[in-house]
């Protein structure tokens, strides 16, 4: 998401002495929270000058090749090539498309600000945006986007803490929240999209600081949340939590892993999937504001059990 120029500085300069303070700022994941074990954090490069602001990634079940968006409306797919132990070794892109809206104009900086994607299994994407809360089909990644039904509480989100993620279940409904709930005593309402209308059949606890930015299902059928917590100086702390979802009803909310400030950059999407030993990876990337003090992480976990 698009960030206010004097919290952008904010978070640049926390990032730079996050780097500079060493280890004491540097940390792994909370104890007792320790379900998922960091594999890799690896730094995506891309001499593209559109190339920045990643906000959301979702991979097909290969665990290689991806979709992701920018929030400055550019889609991105391509794949992650690894090595023996499943490691990342090389990102290769096509792209970027730049997104249209419904009548194929390219989307400007405020319709285009692209936050979530989920990629459906014929390859065709829906991506939710948060400046003019909405979420679009894109059968093709250069065509108009189709625009799904609007309900009125998408229309008086607000304006920086609207739609910032978006998943499909296994059954193909789709799920997203808003960033912000209104304050810290309001749930985040969850939206589904499901028999061609949004319904709002449950909520998810406001614990703290922490926002929502991305979220997926993984292959086990439940639903993973991830989350961010700004600690100014000291940069993002980020965590993942993974719920139940029965019909109208959702339970669990199991923290899997929670990191210290300054860890990781600012990640905001998340996809989950099932590697080639069985066991279930988190990969999620990082939105670096297009800022010279950012970057993009690519950041993967493990599931244990």
Same mark, same amino acid.
């Given at each position: 998401?698009?960030?206010?120029? @004097?919290?952008?500085?904010?978070?640049?300069?926390?990032?730079? +002495?996050?780097?500079?303070?060493?280890?004491?700022? #540097?940390?792994?994941?909370?104890? $007792?929270? !320790?379900r998922a074990v960091l594999l890799q954090s690896y730094i995506w490069r891309n001499p593209n000058p559109a190339f920045g602001g990643m906000s959301a990634i979702d &991979?097909?079940?290969?665990?290689?090749? &991806?979709?992701?968006?920018?929030?400055?409306?550019?889609?991105?797919?391509?794949?992650?090539?690894?090595?023996?132990? /499943?490691? #990342?070794?090389?990102?290769?892109?096509? /792209?970027?498309?730049?997104?249209? !809206?419904?009548?194929?104009?390219?989307?400007?900086?405020?319709? $285009?600000?692209?936050?979530?994607? =989920?990629?459906?299994?014929?390859?065709? @994407?829906?991506?939710?945006?948060? $400046? @003019? %809360?909405?979420?679009?089909?894109?059968?093709?990644?250069?065509?108009?986007?189709?625009?799904?039904?609007? %309900? *009125?509480?998408?229309?008086?989100?607000?304006?920086?803490? +609207?739609?910032?993620? *978006?998943? =499909?279940?296994?059954?193909?409904?789709?799920?997203?929240?808003?960033?912000?709930?209104?304050?810290?005593?309001?749930?985040?309402?969850?939206?589904?999209?499901?028999?061609?209308?949004?319904?709002?059949?449950?909520?998810?606890?406001?614990? $703290?600081?922490?926002? %929502?930015?991305? +979220?997926?299902f993984g292959p086990d059928g439940r639903f993973y949340l991830l989350e961010r917590d700004f600690w100014g100086l000291l940069g993002f702390r980020s965590r993942v939590?993974?719920?139940?979802?029965?019909?109208?009803?959702?339970?669990? /909310?199991?923290?899997?892993?929670?990191?210290?400030?300054?860890?990781?950059?600012?990640?905001?999407?998340l996809s989950v999937w099932r590697d080639d030993s069985g066991a279930i990876r988190l990969t999620m990337v990082s939105d670096d504001n297009f800022s010279v003090f950012?970057?993009?992480?690519? @950041?993967?976990?493990?599931?244990?059990?």
């Open positions: 998401m698009p960030k206010r120029p @004097v919290r952008a500085l904010i978070a640049s300069l926390g990032l730079v +002495a996050v780097l500079a303070a060493s280890t004491l700022l #540097i940390g792994v994941a909370s104890a $007792g929270q !320790d &991979f097909a079940d290969d665990g290689v090749t &991806f979709v992701a968006v920018s929030d400055r409306a550019t889609l991105w797919r391509g794949q992650m090539r690894r090595d023996a132990q /499943g490691r #990342i070794t090389e990102i290769v892109t096509s /792209g970027p498309t730049r997104l249209h !809206d419904r009548r194929g104009n390219p989307l400007g900086l405020l319709s $285009g600000d692209s936050e979530g994607v =989920a990629l459906a299994p014929d390859g065709s @994407v829906f991506i939710s945006f948060e $400046g @003019v %809360p909405r979420v679009s089909l894109y059968t093709k990644d250069d065509g108009p986007g189709k625009l799904l039904p609007r %309900p *009125l509480a998408f229309q008086t989100m607000p304006l920086n803490g +609207a739609l910032e993620s *978006l998943a =499909a279940d296994p059954h193909g409904a789709l799920y997203t929240m808003p960033e912000r709930s209104g304050d810290r005593a309001t749930p985040f309402p969850v939206w589904r999209y499901k028999g061609g209308e949004w319904t709002q059949p449950f909520s998810i606890p406001r614990e $703290g600081d922490w926002l %929502p930015t991305g +979220a997926d939590q993974v719920f139940d979802i029965s019909g109208d009803r959702i339970s669990g /909310g199991e923290v899997l892993f929670q990191t210290t400030a300054g860890m990781h950059d600012n990640l905001e999407g950012q970057r993009t992480e690519i @950041v993967e976990y493990r599931i244990s059990h």
